[in-house]
């Protein structure tokens, strides 16, 4: 049975004007080859015996162009892949187009079967034998963290950290294990089910913007506070406005119904749906929930990079 992941309500709070420590993808990728190397010595006949981050290039280039690889006990290389933290551009997404590009190159390049994909948060595997298919039509599968981390200053928390090594890498390699010695070799999923996790995926970054929207303006703005608990009540969602776990948990699922929404080429008029977020000519198309203070200032508002 996989271990449930930490609460929000667990996870300690930074000072007020505290610098938060962060991390680079070299130490993760770090921490990543530690928990290699011990599930190996604790078990000889473990298909991996290390993992390295590698460069490629010279200068500049090699620094940029770097990939997390395992290898067997006698040194082949087993599978590569690109590891890319929550918070960057390029780890919006374990399926951003460039980024499953540049790993299916090195992977071809290393004459490797399987290679992957991760940005914390989710890890995908590919099999590179499906050369013949569509890139989102290689997938195997993907493993889900169980958390939401937005940034390198939350993958550093020493209890995100720890959750990661002890909890989620265990059942992670020793599926990548299953898979890459045949062991288990049903791993396949439906084109839709592939499809729809890629738009999860993708909707995640505007979604998190959009949260954490919302958390700042309720605090700062009672009368908009007030809509925000008067469109969820009216939804029959049950929260504690006091409880900043159910608050958050909250937000996220509003955020979550609104970038659904924004994702459809024609959004739903639906007079019970936010009218938060008006769409690009200006007009507002959803109705039934609070409307932010149009004095603000729009360009710090994530509203606009939703519904585009």
Not at 134 to 144: A, F, G, N, S, T
Request: proline fraction near 7%; charged fraction near 30%.
């Amino acid at each position: 049975m996989r271990a449930s992941p930490p609460s929000e309500g667990d996870r300690a709070e930074p000072m007020s004007g505290a610098v938060e420590p962060s991390i680079h993808e070299v130490d993760f990728c770090g921490q990543v080859a530690t928990a290699v190397a011990a599930m190996h010595a604790q078990d000889p006949t473990f298909p991996f015996a290390e993992a390295r981050l590698e460069g490629f290039g010279t200068g500049a280039a090699k620094r940029k162009r770097k990939d997390l690889r395992f290898f067997e006990p006698g040194g082949k290389l087993a599978l590569c892949g690109e590891v890319k933290l929550p918070g960057t551009p390029e780890g919006r997404s374990p399926y951003d187009e460039a980024v499953c590009r540049d790993a299916a190159q090195k992977a071809d390049d290393a004459a490797v079967r399987f290679f992957f994909t991760w940005n914390v948060n989710v890890f995908v595997l590919w099999d590179r034998s499906q050369w013949d298919k569509p890139i989102l039509e290689r997938r195997v599968r993907d493993w889900k963290l169980g958390l939401t981390l937005t940034g390198p200053e939350e993958v550093a928390r020493p209890e995100n950290l720890e959750f990661i090594r002890t909890r989620f890498l265990p059942d992670l390699l020793r599926d990548l294990a299953d898979i890459y010695t045949g062991r288990r070799r049903d791993w396949s999923m439906a084109a839709d089910d592939i499809f729809i996790r890629s738009l999860e995926s993708h909707l995640d970054w505007p979604v998190q913007l959009a949260t954490a929207y919302l958390i700042d303006r309720t605090d700062r703005n009672k009368a908009f506070d007030a809509k925000v608990q008067q469109w969820l009540a009216d939804q029959d969602w049950i929260f504690v406005r006091n409880d900043p776990d159910q608050w958050r948990a909250a937000l996220g699922n509003m955020a979550k119904t609104l970038g659904s929404l924004s994702s459809r080429r024609k959004p739903l008029r639906d007079p019970n749906i936010s009218r938060i977020f008006p769409d690009s000519s200006g007009k507002r198309v959803w109705s039934g929930a609070p409307d932010a203070d149009t004095r603000s200032n729009t360009a710090t508002k994530p509203r606009n990079r939703l519904c585009r």
